[in-house]
């Protein structure tokens, strides 16, 4: 450790619980109609992940393995990961990735603007999807790195109608223990968390603190 700093050389252990406070309720956790904006956005990446994410600026694969043009950016093939599942232990699949695009597609969506290039996504693998785009764009993998890539476990979309809002699935670190309005989110450790040993926090408290000077 150099003079001055502050980084800790312990190293990181298993368990805890981490409070979060943000400046307004979360009024929805589906997809759909969800904010990105911060802090209130902020459970989704807990419960979803992204598909992509950024690194240094540029986006990367996360929840897909990768994402490739085959021409001159007017076609992308995405292949996503082998063995996620969502918290219910549905499979991550190109299926559940294709419901999710179709339904911001069809709207009302509050992501209507990034997906409008999408003239049709296509599940031509188990594990790989196909978009055609109305004309090219190379950033197109960047929508995936915020809400259009929050994918929702569609057999939990069906079971729970327009109340999925209050009841989300997905595949991220953590999942849902309880939603008290106004109050808080109880977000638990995902046991089958695609990425080995994470997360290393028990569970995730997001407190809704709208007044400014509390």
Not at 131 to 159: D, M, Y
Not at 191 to 205: A, F, H, K, M, V
Request: charged share 20%.
């Amino acid at each position: 450790e150099t003079s001055g700093s502050t980084a800790s050389t312990q190293p990181a252990v298993q368990g805890g619980t981490l409070v979060y406070g943000t400046y307004g309720e979360t009024p929805t956790y589906d997809p759909l109609m969800t904010f990105d904006a911060p802090t209130v956005g902020t459970p989704n990446y807990a419960i979803y992940d992204t598909l992509m994410r950024l690194e240094d600026g540029k986006p990367v694969p996360y929840l897909a393995q990768s994402m490739e043009t085959t021409d001159d950016g007017t076609t992308w093939v995405m292949t996503l990961r082998e063995g996620v599942e969502f918290h219910g232990g549905e499979p991550f699949d190109a299926a559940a990735v294709v419901f999710n695009i179709e339904r911001h597609i069809e709207g009302p969506s509050r992501s209507a603007a990034q997906v409008a290039a999408i003239e049709s996504v296509e599940a031509t693998g188990p594990l790989e999807v196909t978009f055609t785009l109305a004309t090219p764009w190379a950033a197109f993998p960047a929508i995936f790195t915020v809400t259009p890539g929050f994918i929702a476990s569609p057999t939990a979309i069906e079971r729970f109608g327009e109340d999925y809002g209050r009841n989300p699935v997905g595949a991220g670190p953590f999942k849902v223990d309880s939603l008290i309005p106004d109050d808080r989110t109880v977000l638990v450790r995902n046991e089958n968390y695609w990425q080995p040993g994470l997360p290393l926090l028990d569970s995730l408290i997001f407190r809704p603190i709208p007044d400014h000077q509390v």
